[in-house]
């Protein structure tokens, strides 16, 4: 935090805001304009990756900003950001403006942005030290510590019982680690002492003091203390100095897993440590694929619901037909007793509730009982049980074709689900929702819609000159592969497995193996087996491919193909 602030005041103090977003519940972007540039400041009070930095990867902004945009919008548009605070090493920024209020007089606002987990906030304070309003706001009912709702002084977060690196020298931090009880371990007890570190900063402490070995202090020695002191010694020097770097570890499967202001060795070769350019590109880094997810993910839960409960009303209608699917295998049994009762008739009284009959389709011609209607005759016996016999065969066929259509309609829905898995922005959420209204699965809205412009399909090119297309969704899979694609062009798709159509484009040309395995490698990128490898893909000429009349969105079936197995690429490049 200390590190950002100077790269806040050393780029954008001065600025003027000229734009306020706010994209979610929990996330604020600032366009702060200076005379030779702009930046995109970006305030997340998101439990799980609550930050403040400058970046690139800008949300989209629903169609009506909420109330606490449009106030900061009011209050602070036109502002310039005049100082950049941090008390102590405490995780929250204050960011002062000057503004001007409605009477045209000049005034001091502040914004407090509160990096604190599941704590985090984002307050506006008036020149006066008051809450104007805040992100969340806290009531008694909810703190009875600290309350957070306009009107009320702004108050600092309670203190935490910990020395500020700023201030207290190794030696001291030394004495606070040596009182606590011994059997502690170092990383844990650097993180109860220490204001303001990291668990991954106490981790590599204590991994630099024991060369690698967990370390409690009740064993440490004294030359794991005077190690121990020179590392301490370091790291307040890059505190005060704010003369660290920022470092990201990444693992062998290339996800982000930890950062910080200095290097990263605690992973050895579990993780490749990089070296970013500034820490606000670190955090762009780091959280861009995760926020995206979890923005999507926000956005999404109306079609989930609407998807989850489908599925789940699908599987019980499909159990239910299985069992009486089960109960119809019985039906020769039934043919069987009418055709003893007619070859029997002489013998069978009318009245007889059971007779004992030879079965003559067995070898042994065992005897079995058979049940009667005492009010019917023999006659009309054998009648009833033909009758069953053939409502059973019937019912037999009509619930393994109602199976089939519910297994594939389950299917379907499992394709919609891996492609709403693969939404990135809110136009292909549109998309998805426009296509389960036509599939009738979402009531369509009274009035005028606007219709969804349809999107392009992503494009790559492979390392020997070939286009490749892949479809963001269902609707878009069949553009592309029944209208867009050319009958010599080759279509690729996860062998069953739920993903993208995929077109090679060929222009007249021969296809190369190289442009043939890395369109495959795109396919299983853009399916459900992402995270897989050794993932089989099938391909064929577009003219081996044919939709089913009838069939749902992105459904098609194909002949004469091959399969490939890849690893899907790495990114969305080949």
């Known amino acids: 935090m200390r590190h950002l602030k100077k790269?806040?005041?050393?780029?954008?103090?001065?600025?003027?805001?000229?734009?306020?977003?706010?994209?979610?519940?929990?996330?604020?972007?600032?366009?702060?304009?200076?005379?030779?540039?702009?930046?995109?400041?970006?305030?997340?009070?998101?439990?799980?990756?609550?930050?403040?930095?400058?970046?690139?990867?800008?949300?989209?902004?629903?169609?009506?900003?909420?109330?606490?945009?449009?106030?900061?919008?009011?209050?602070?548009?036109?502002?310039?950001?005049?100082?950049?605070?941090?008390?102590?090493?405490?995780?929250?920024?204050?960011?002062?403006?000057?503004?001007?209020?409605?009477?045209?007089?000049?005034?001091?606002?502040?914004?407090?942005?509160?990096?604190?987990?599941?704590?985090?906030?984002?307050?506006?304070?008036?020149?006066?030290?008051?809450?104007?309003?805040?992100?969340?706001?806290?009531?008694?009912?909810?703190?009875?510590?600290?309350?957070?709702?306009?009107?009320?002084?702004?108050?600092?977060?309670?203190?935490?019982?910990?020395?500020?690196?700023?201030?207290?020298?190794?030696?001291?931090?030394?004495?606070?680690?040596?009182?606590?009880?011994?059997?502690?371990?170092?990383?844990?007890?650097?993180?109860?002492?220490?204001?303001?570190?990291?668990?991954?900063?106490?981790?590599?402490?204590?991994?630099?003091?024991?060369?690698?070995?967990?370390?409690?202090?009740?064993?440490?020695?004294?030359?794991?203390?005077?190690?121990?002191?020179?590392?301490l010694a370091r790291l307040v020097r890059e505190v005060r100095g704010t003369e660290g770097a920022p470092y990201m570890a990444v693992s062998v499967a290339k996800k982000p897993m930890d950062f910080s202001f200095m290097n990263i060795t605690q992973y050895g070769t579990a993780a490749v440590v990089n070296r970013q350019e500034t820490f606000s590109g670190l955090l762009d880094a780091f959280y861009a694929g995760r926020d995206r997810i979890e923005r999507m993910r926000a956005r999404s839960q109306d079609l989930l619901r609407v998807l989850s409960n489908a599925s789940d009303r699908l599987s019980r209608k499909i159990n239910i037909q299985r069992a009486e699917l089960e109960k119809c295998a019985e039906r020769d049994q039934l043919r069987i007793c009418g055709d003893l009762i007619s070859a029997n008739l002489y013998q069978i009284e009318k009245g007889s509730t059971v007779v004992s009959l030879q079965n003559f389709y067995e070898p042994d011609a065992p005897l079995v009982k058979i049940k009667l209607d005492p009010s019917k005759t023999p006659s009309q016996n054998a009648q009833k049980y033909y009758k069953d016999y053939r409502k059973a065969r019937t019912a037999e066929e009509k619930l393994t074709e109602q199976i089939g259509q519910a297994q594939q309609e389950l299917e379907y829905l499992d394709t919609v689900f891996e492609e709403l898995s693969r939404a990135k922005v809110e136009r292909d959420l549109s998309e998805i929702r426009q296509e389960l209204v036509e599939q009738?699965?979402?009531?369509?809205?009274?009035?005028?819609?606007?219709?969804?412009?349809?999107?392009?399909?992503?494009?790559?090119?492979?390392?020997?000159?070939?286009?490749?297309?892949?479809?963001?969704?269902?609707?878009?899979?069949?553009?592309?592969?029944l209208k867009q694609a050319n009958n010599n062009d080759i279509w690729l798709h996860t062998k069953n497995i739920p993903g993208s159509h995929t077109i090679l484009v060929t222009d007249g040309r021969e296809p190369t193996e190289t442009a043939i395995r890395e369109a495959a490698m795109l396919a299983a990128a853009h399916s459900r087996a992402r995270d897989s490898s050794q993932v089989p893909v099938d391909y064929t000429q577009v003219r081996n491919v044919n939709k089913p009349s009838g069939a749902k969105p992105g459904m098609v079936i194909y002949v004469k193909y091959n399969t490939v197995y890849v690893t899907p690429a790495a990114s969305e490049e080949v």
């Not at 371990?185 to 220490?194: H, P």
């Not at 392009?456 to 592309?480: C, H, K, M, W, Y």
């Open 7 to 231: 790269e806040l005041e050393e780029a954008a103090l001065g600025a003027r805001v000229e734009k306020i977003a706010q994209p979610n519940r929990e996330e604020m972007v600032f366009t702060l304009r200076t005379r030779t540039d702009h930046y995109k400041l970006l305030l997340s009070a998101r439990a799980n990756s609550a930050r403040i930095h400058f970046t690139q990867y800008v949300p989209e902004n629903p169609k009506v900003p909420p109330m606490l945009c449009m106030l900061l919008r009011k209050r602070l548009s036109g502002a310039k950001l005049a100082a950049v605070r941090q008390p102590g090493l405490e995780r929250l920024l204050l960011l002062d403006f000057d503004a001007i209020n409605e009477l045209g007089d000049e005034v001091r606002l502040t914004l407090a942005v509160e990096i604190m987990g599941r704590y985090s906030n984002i307050i506006l304070v008036d020149e006066n030290g008051k809450i104007v309003d805040a992100l969340k706001r806290v009531d008694a009912e909810m703190s009875s510590e600290r309350l957070v709702l306009p009107g009320l002084t702004y108050q600092l977060p309670p203190p935490q019982n910990k020395l500020c690196m700023l201030e207290a020298e190794p030696e001291e931090i030394l004495a606070r680690l040596r009182a606590l009880p011994a059997d502690t371990e170092l990383s844990k007890a650097l993180l109860s002492s220490l204001q303001g570190v990291s668990p991954v900063v106490c981790r590599e402490l204590q991994h630099l003091t024991g060369r690698g070995a967990d370390l409690y202090t009740q064993e440490m020695t004294e030359e794991h203390w005077e190690r121990l002191r020179f590392f």
């Open 440 to 481: 009738g699965y979402i009531r369509a809205q009274k009035g005028k819609q606007k219709p969804v412009a349809a999107a392009a399909p992503l494009e790559f090119t492979s390392s020997d000159g070939f286009r490749i297309l892949v479809g963001r969704n269902n609707r878009q899979n069949d553009r592309l592969t």
